[in-house]
């Protein structure tokens, strides 16, 4: 298993200072597959708007139910929990789309999708 260690903070430096958020986020469209309830096999596919080494927000897949709910995301064979910090309001420009938060910030899933994009911009 890889080493997250020094990604986040990559990320964080990265981050325009004009930003409010906590770090920059990566716009890339990701399939990822979504467990509403994380003790169910039972999933459904996805694809992100955006990503970050503590977040992402989705194309909001059926089973978001409200804020706080906790749901566990998987990109190839690495898996973790989020919690869904926000749902898009139906008519605003956020509608069918969710926010979460990663529940394990050194289980980062989409690492080597992070790590492509910033040796990029080097």
Known sequence: MSSNQGLAS??????PASDPRRERRIHIAIPVKVFADP???DFQTCCTYEIS???????APL??????Q???LQRHSRRAKYKVVWIGKPD?????QVG????????VI?????KTRLAKAE
């Open 70 to 72: 906790v749901i566990m």
């Open 100 to 107: 979460v938060e990663s529940l394990e910030p050194h289980n």
């Open 92 to 96: 605003t420009q956020e509608a069918g």
């Open 63 to 68: 089973g978001m139910k409200e804020s706080g």
């Open 53 to 59: 080494t503590i977040g992402a927000r989705l194309v």
């Open 39 to 41: 003790a169910s096999p």
């Open 110 to 114: 989409w690492e080597i999708e992070i």
């Open 10 to 15: 990559k990320v964080i430096l990265s981050k």
